[in-house]
């Protein structure tokens, strides 16, 4: 068997009159997060994470945030695609371990509907998907509101 393992990483600052997505969750806050898509910085952590371990490039290559097609563009949607990418260069997708840095709003009521999502998505298990959920103790940029991260690592193989 043949393993890869690709890491992602994605940020996007807070803007007021934007819905705040993240694993295709709408999370009642008070700003969502500024993007060309629906900015769903977890999605995006996720599918570059699975990119790079395909060695298939990065979203900004795949989905150009200066093309109109995807202006406001359900990141959920650009998953599936990225998953049919790495399956059709013949790896399947083992695991995601993916992790959203927010000081605000608390998300844990919200994880397993992300996991449920993002797994239905990639056309998983969603015992394959695990997302966490961190603060930075008021540190950075994250810490003072301003935005919102997220990390994702991810295992693919061929048999």
Known sequence: MKF????????HRYAEGRKLILGGVDVPYEKGLD?????DVVVHAIMDSLLGAAALGDIGQHFPDN????????SLK?????????RN????????????????????????????????AMKTDISS???KATT????GFTGKLEGVSAHSVCLIYKE
């Open 78 to 86: 650009l998953l599936t695609a990225v998953s049919g990418m790495i």
């Open 89 to 120: 260069s013949g790896y399947e997708i083992g695991n995601i371990d993916a992790t959203i840095i927010a000081q605000e709003p608390k998300l844990r009521r919200f994880i397993d509907d992300m996991r449920e999502n993002i797994a239905a």
């Open 136 to 139: 930075e103790e008021k540190l």
């Open 35 to 39: 993007g060309h898509s629906d900015a």
């Open 67 to 74: 093309d109109e097609k995807y202006k406001g563009a359900d």
């Open 4 to 11: 890869r393992v690709g890491h992602g990483y994605d940020v």
């Open 129 to 131: 998907v695990s997302i």
